[in-house]
């Protein structure tokens, strides 16, 4: 297990697309549990593969709250079943955005089939924050980041924002 980079914008990485897991191998896993020490170090709730720098159609995720039990969720090879035309509204941050978070509207629900790090099939519905995370993950494996959504002029603060806090890391590293 290890900490690995996460990449932040714009790294050209972040806009490639993903390609599925042919297998889910002893070799997944140990990309899936590096995966969670990086998110975990970075106090994110999700992360994809290529986040680390690895365009594989992998996905993770806690959404457990401050003081309860860690809730590792994994998702290989996830789709898209289905989607409410109802939306929702949340405030998003990325850790490959790093410190900015700004409103994006998607739909409410979803129906999402992905392989567990068994290799096992699931189906199941996401509503609420687990729907926006798993959009927002997916939006990852197309090379797709969630200030895509916003206007120029947001976008623009966003990478402001992005090369401010990148200069600051540098400087403490
Ligand atoms: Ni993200």
């Known amino acids: ?8 914008a714009p790294d050209p990485i972040l806009r ?8 889910v191998t002893d070799e997944t896993r140990t990309l899936v549990a590096d995966m969670f020490d990086s998110m975990y170090a970075e106090r994110g709730i999700g992360l994809a593969a290529v986040q680390i720098g690895v365009p ?3 996905i993770v995720m806690d959404l457990a709250r401050n003081g309860e039990e860690p809730q590792k969720r994994v998702f290989i090879n996830p789709e898209i079943l289905s989607a409410s035309d109802e939306m929702f509204t949340y ?8 410190e900015y978070f700004d409103e994006v509207d998607r739909p409410a629900q979803v129906t999402v089939r992905y392989l567990d790090e068994d ?6 519905e996401a509503v609420g924050l687990f729907a926006v ?5 997916m939006d990852h494996l197309e090379g797709k980041l969630f200030i895509d959504y916003l ?5 623009g ?14 400087r403490n590293a």
């Open 133 to 137: 995370c798993i959009q927002h993950e």
């Open 16 to 23: 490639e697309i993903s390609k599925p897991v042919a297998e």
């Open 1 to 8: 297990m290890a900490v690995r980079k996460i990449l932040t």
């Open 91 to 98: 405030e998003e941050g990325c850790l490959s955005v790093p």
């Open 157 to 170: 603060r966003a990478m402001d924002k992005v090369k401010k806090v990148v200069r600051q890391r540098e």
């Open 119 to 124: 290799g096992k099939q699931h189906e199941e």
């Open 151 to 155: 206007s120029k002029l947001r976008r």
């Open 56 to 58: 594989l159609r992998i």
